[in-house]
């Protein structure tokens, strides 16, 4: 059995948890505190916008992260939209896009 964390065990935690670097969709670091797992889809995203880019006019990525996804697709329909709203994410999206 864990022995509980004392307050002050546990703000230190706390505190070092918020203190970890996170931008953009890189969930490397709580993938690898094993607090996050992903399972095989029947289906693949990527596979879903892809079919239908050709001959789209416009596109709309919602909460693009870091752009990440978006800049990995090509050719992308001339009138592209991105969306972000954790604010520490805007200028890396704005770059990479």
Do not use: H
């Not at 670097?21 to 797992?37: A, H, L, N, P, V």
Request: hydrophobic letters at 30%.
């Amino acid at each position: 059995m864990k022995k509980a964390l004392t307050d002050d065990e546990l703000f230190g935690y706390l505190i070092n948890e918020a203190n970890q670097k996170f931008e953009g969709w890189d969930f490397s670091y709580i993938e690898s505190t094993g607090r996050m797992r992903e399972f095989p889809s029947s289906w693949n995203y990527r596979n879903k916008v892809q079919i239908r880019l050709p001959g789209s006019s416009s596109m709309l990525d919602m909460g693009t992260g870091g752009g990440e996804f978006l800049s990995s697709l090509s050719p992308l329909p001339a009138n592209t939209c991105a969306t972000e709203g954790y604010e520490p994410n805007i200028p890396v999206a704005r770059n990479r896009l």
